[in-house]
T-cell receptor, first 117, second 112 residues
């Protein structure tokens, strides 16, 4: 069964450094997402992306965050200047069509654990 | 932001018995609800969903019930198996229809 793949599985970085988290969504999917889960907290929506542009973003997704689909297969999340509170598990997800079509659930990758020291 | 709540952080059930996981939501305008399962070191996996035009949806051992008047959602697993031991999240579709809002999760442990 096709799956969403994320690399790396664990990323350690120093505060203030830039990080790029990478994802390969399922190949025929058109909608892409990033979620995160801080340890012990809920899975939180960050951003959705469709047709090469952001369709929705949360208040967490400030100017330090950006997303890109550079080559038609990868989907990346960049954090420009990491803060301690960015430490979390970051999940990429994709869906075949818009979730509100009801038959298009999100498929999640296994996540990248980001540790900011 | 407490749009969706799972009040039981954990549940322990014997193998073969029924597991019932509960979820409450705040906004009667929500119209699509999902359950995800998550194993350690993996991402959430979609289990089953229901739209507000239904009050029940079944898929094998998994059944989701929706009580719109009570704004309550439940997931029934019967019979429960040890492999069902995981964290279960309910989620609702919010925002412009592209955003899932998750509950805090319930850790299910199915014991032999």
């Amino acid at each position: 069964e096709p799956e969403v793949t994320q690399t790396p599985s664990h990323q350690v970085t120093q505060m203030g450094q830039e990080v790029i988290l990478r994802c390969v969504p399922i190949s025929n999917h058109l909608y892409f997402y990033w979620y995160r889960q801080i340890l012990g907290q809920k899975v939180e929506f960050l951003v959705s992306f469709y047709n090469n542009e952001i369709s929705e973003k949360s208040e967490i997704f400030d100017d330090q965050f950006s997303v890109e689909r550079p080559d038609g297969s990868n989907f990346t999340l960049k954090i420009r200047s990491t803060k301690l509170e960015d430490s979390a598990m970051y999940f990429c997800a994709s869906s075949e069509s818009e979730p509100s079509s009801y038959n298009s659930p999100l498929h999640f990758g296994n996540g990248t654990r980001l540790t900011v020291t | 932001d407490q749009q969706v709540k799972q009040n039981s952080p954990s549940l322990s059930v014997q193998e073969g018995r029924i597991s019932i996981l509960n979820c409450d939501y705040t906004n009667s305008m929500f119209d699509y609800f999902l359950w995800y399962k998550k194993y350690p070191a993996e991402g959430p996996t979609f289990l089953i969903s229901i739209s507000s035009i239904k009050d029940k949806n079944e898929d094998g051992r998994f059944t989701v019930f929706l009580n719109k008047s009570a704004k309550h959602l439940s997931l029934h697993i019967v019979p429960s198996q040890p492999g069902d031991s995981a964290v279960y999240f309910c989620a609702i579709l919010t925002g412009g229809g592209n955003k899932l809002t998750f509950g805090t999760g319930t850790q299910l442990k199915v014991e032999l």
